[in-house]
């Protein structure tokens, strides 16, 4: 074995080791604070939503709408908030819901609700439903609506991206990572540890962190593919876990990058406790830094007997957060964009064109082809969500999906799921879909019709300088951008594209694999219209 792989595998193992005690630390804190204040949230908003029921009934149809939206969103939290405050206070529960409620209707009957009024706070409880909500109530009420079901917290959108350009712990590696909004992100307490995100909003048992460590190699020296292969094997993975039990290990892609994932249990003591943990660690080389998303699940001492039960309920989160990792060094020789109003083309080229991983001459046919991804990426999803695939996949992991099945040059698509089949074969369980895109080209995107719009303002004269270009259209239709605009619909509607795909989804790491194109009508077919307005846009 080389002496440098020998010193990268001690780096890893001491990485190991020193993350298993960290990610094991417990926050005790006043956790009634928060569980009451989540809870006076929203018996203030009961009661208010029933005063206004009674006194303005002219809405009580849409009170009622409301009322049962929030229920859908946050019923489950407001349950189990309950059941945590009846455990936080014991015996005194009853007088604290009955003080609660007292001052409830104490401050809503004090209250001047007009009809006015009562309109925009019913708009307030729409848009409380769909996750407006101020910290830290928000995140008391998303941690308690998913204890059951973490995963679906990101899976619903109740997410953020965490990217930190420059962040000298990460050693010129520009990445970026989702989590869920109730997973509190704090600072990595030690030199290698980037960002460290813990559930219950930083009072949880439940934590992952991501760290990036610098390899001590030769100057110059670039680890080839074998070096990667022996270092990321079973030889190699059961070298950097000293004092961990290795339950399984397996080869994976990571953004791109070859990784490995390994479970295993660890104990560290914290103190006078001995804590046990459950890690899932995924493990990439990028550039010669190592680079860790270490997922951990804890039991205090005593009930090491619950600690796979609780890692499987984690398990999919941990999953779909390592899924959303993306090394953004790999993608930035596609320069962004530096002014706001920069060409629509070259815009495009920036945004869908690093999804696509294509080249640029690719990348320039599919910015001016693809209008209109993040219908497509979405539609994905929903699909996906219906046909409750085990493979969950979230709008952003639908991009390069979306890529492949976007067929129109300035429209979007409809999604038809024409056949789900799951398949096990030694304990790997995948995914069969097979999909027909039918492109809606008369649905031109709203930023295609503004580029329009803004070009008849630049040039009022702009239908006269097309017409001796473009002499098909009808003068009419370029009088004005709207005409232009309604003629393009037209016109698209005379013809569709359809495409029938068939594609695996790998159900333990929501990869897709074997793309097929079953069926395929129009997609060859270029509309001279589209491209020469795009080709017009260039020019300004």
């Known amino acids: 074995m080389r002496v440098h792989q020998v010193a990268v595998r001690r780096v890893i193992a001491c990485v190991i080791i020193s993350t298993g005690a960290a990610s094991a630390q417990v926050i005790k804190e006043a956790l009634h604070v928060d569980l009451s204040k989540a809870l006076g949230f929203i018996v203030a908003q009961s009661f208010t939503l029933k005063r206004i029921q009674g006194d303005h009934p002219s809405l009580k ?41 007292e001052q409830g209707r104490k401050v809503v009957s004090s209250q001047e609700i007009d009809q006015r009024g009562a309109v925009a706070f019913l708009d307030e409880v729409e848009l409380r439903a769909k996750g407006k909500i101020p910290s830290p109530v928000l995140e008391t009420l998303l941690s308690y ?44 307490d030690r030199p290698n540890i980037v960002q460290k995100f813990k559930s219950m909003n930083g009072r949880g048992l439940e934590s992952f962190l991501v760290m990036v460590r610098g390899i001590p190699l030769p100057k110059g020296y670039e680890l080839t593919k074998e070096d990667l292969d022996e270092l990321l094997g079973e030889s ?60 951990s699940v804890a039991v205090m001492p005593g009930d090491e007997a619950e600690l796979g039960g609780s890692f499987s309920r984690f398990e999919p989160l941990f999953m779909r957060v390592a899924n959303s990792f993306v090394i953004q060094n790999q993608y930035k020789s596609i320069e962004e964009p530096s002014e706001p109003t920069k060409k629509v083309t070259d815009f ?66 409809r999604i038809e799921v024409l056949r789900v089949e799951e398949t096990d074969n030694d304990d790997e369980t995948s995914v069969t879909v ?27 004269n ?42 695996v989804i790998d159900s333990e ?32």
């Not at 109740?158 to 712990?169: A, C, D, L, Q």
């Not at 950097?240 to 953004?255: A, F, N, R, Y």
């Not at 990426?377 to 976007?406: D, F, Q, T, V």
């Not at 003068?475 to 016109?491: D, P, Q, T, V």
């Open 434 to 460: 097979q999909l027909k895109s039918t492109s809606l080209n008369s649905e031109l995107s709203d930023e295609f019709k503004q580029q329009i719009r803004k070009l008849y303002e630049i040039s009022p």
């Open 236 to 295: 190699g993975v059961r070298a950097m876990i000293p004092g961990g039990e290795i339950i399984s290990s397996k080869s994976i892609v990571l953004d791109r990058q070859q990784g490995v994932m390994i479970l295993f249990d660890q104990s560290a003591k914290r103190l006078d406790l001995t804590i046990t943990t459950r890690n899932l660690l995924f493990l990439t080389i990028y550039a010669n830094k190592m680079i860790f998303i270490q997922c």
């Open 509 to 540: 790491s929501s990869l897709i694999t074997d793309w097929r194109i079953l069926f395929r009508e129009g997609a060859t077919k270029k509309r001279s219209l589209f491209l020469s307005i795009v080709d017009e846009l260039k020019e300004f």
């Open 145 to 188: 609506q998913f204890i059951d079901r973490p995963a679906e917290e990101m899976r619903k959108g109740y997410s953020r991206v965490f990217r930190k350009e420059g962040h000298p712990k990460a050693k010129g590696v520009d990445f970026q990572i989702c989590h869920p909004i109730s997973w509190r992100p704090d600072e990595g």
């Open 61 to 101: 149809t849409r009170t009622q709408v409301v009322a049962s939206d929030f229920d859908l969103s946050f019923g489950t939290a407001e349950d189990n908030i309950r059941k945590a405050l009846k455990r936080e206070f014991g015996p005194a529960y009853p007088d604290f819901l009955s003080l609660m409620a």
């Open 348 to 413: 495009l080229v920036w945004k869908f064109g690093r999804a696509s991983q294509a080249t640029p001459s690719e990348r320039k046919e599919t910015a001016i082809r693809y209008f209109d991804l993040q219908t497509i990426a979405g539609s994905i999803a929903k699909e996906c969500h219906r046909r409750n695939l085990k493979a969950e996949i979230s709008k952003e992991e639908a991009y390069p999906m979306a890529i492949k099945l976007a067929t129109s040059n300035a429209g979007s698509a």
């Open 462 to 503: 702009y239908g006269d300088i097309l017409s001796k270009k473009r002499r098909d259209i009808p003068r009419s239709a370029l009088s004005s951008a709207e005409g232009l605009i309604s003629y393009m619909e037209n016109e698209a509607k005379k013809k569709s594209t359809i495409h029938e795909y068939e594609f």
